[in-house]
């Protein structure tokens, strides 16, 4: 996602950004709430020419819509958003219903009567090839994905793909050179798509892959003499990812996060709160990690989405890790009530204060 313009300091806040590829779509789905007012490209079907004729004719126009639905294909990525018109123009009246189909490459102007720190953080993160602390090269045989990670999401800078032929009986030449090419292409996008100055770059496969592409990678940095990557060679870190595709390394922190949970729900019950109890634990200063779904944040009651951010606050500004669970696990999570959290320290009594407080008021 690629952020034109924004200015949020004056009564009539808004951002111009352009989704650059088909995830920037679930970005954008998780910005816009109904009330926001949304400025995009659509196509009109004219059924009346100016000289009254009848017939049919597709035009391009530009719209401004008052949200009232927002529909997001998770399968296909795409995501319409429907509206009453709130600039008349010669194709739509004032007023009319109208669908905008938001697209790849064509930006979108969006204003909000509250820009809440959530929203704020994921602008933010649109400039993220200057913003991420953290670079990752997801990998498997012939495949491999290079992307940004910042604290809002994930964002891929480039992918590779090469055909890898299966090993044969007395001869694996074809197999390794194949490799080779693949490990080459991959060090290429490495220095042509990553900027240095990030805190870490990690570099997950399932198996052994991640370690022999690191053993080619710093064999051909000594014999090139190449020093970006010899002087950053400590920023390497290799871990485990489930496959090469991108989202393998989001949804494995989360669905860690959401194991390591139940584990101490099990184990520890007194470190391991939902909902009921989480806000209180958050004044006590005693989240460590909360996971929150993001399906919170497109609550309508303008309130109740402003208590979910105000736990976010809190947890981060006390120091605590805070994971958006996305589409991929937050299915379980909202199960949880769409909010989870791990205790620093136990804090037994919390249920037994709740519980008094009920009896008093009864």
């Known amino acids: 996602m690629k952020l034109l313009h924004k200015d949020i300091e004056k009564d009539n806040a808004q951002v111009t950004l352009v989704p650059e590829e088909a995830e920037d779509m679930w970005h954008t789905y998780n910005l816009l709430q109904v009330g926001d007012s949304l400025r995009a490209s659509t196509i009109k079907v004219q059924t009346e020419s100016p000289t009254g004729s009848v017939g049919s004719s597709r035009v391009r126009t530009t719209l401004t819509l008052c949200v009232e639905a927002i529909d997001f294909d998770t399968q296909a990525c795409q995501l319409r958003v429907k509206g009453t ?46 913003r991420a602390d953290v670079a990752a090269v997801v990998m498997q045989e012939g495949l491999a994905n290079l992307v940004l990670v910042t604290p809002a999401m994930t964002l891929l ?27 080459e292409a991959v060090m290429q996008a490495i220095l042509r798509h990553i900027n240095f100055d990030v805190k870490c770059i990690l570099v997950g496969s399932p198996g052994f892959v991640k370690d022999q592409f690191m053993t080619y990678l710093f064999k051909e940095a000594v014999r090139q003499d190449n020093k970006v990557l010899l002087e950053n060679r400590p920023k390497f870190m290799l871990v485990h990812s489930s496959s090469g595709h991108k989202y393998s390394l989001k949804a494995a922190g989360e669905v860690k996060a959401l194991e390591d949970f139940y584990k101490m729900l099990q184990h520890e019950p007194d470190r391991a ?5 989480v806000e209180k634990a958050a004044d006590a200063l005693a989240i460590d990690t909360l996971l929150i779904s993001d399906n919170l944040f497109r609550h309508q009651d303008i309130p109740t989405r402003s208590r979910y951010v105000r736990l976010v606050d809190n947890v981060k500004d006390n120091g605590g890790n805070v994971i958006f669970s996305s589409l991929h696990v937050s299915g379980e999570l909202t199960q949880l009530s769409g909010v989870a959290a791990i205790l620093r320290f136990p804090i037994a009594d919390l249920s037994d204060a709740e519980d008094d407080s009920s009896s008093d008021e009864a």
């Open 273 to 277: 709160f939902y909902l009921a109890h």
């Open 157 to 183: 800078r480039a992918k590779v793909e090469v055909t890898i032929p299966r090993k044969r009986k007395g001869s694996c030449s074809q197999h390794e050179k194949a490799l080779e090419r693949f490990y």
């Open 85 to 130: 018109n709130i600039e008349e123009n010669q194709y739509v009246k004032m007023g009319a219903y109208h669908t905008i189909e938001l697209e790849l490459n064509r930006k979108f102007t969006l204003a909000k009567k509250n820009w809440d720190s959530v929203v704020l953080d994921r602008i933010q993160a649109c400039d993220a090839a200057q």
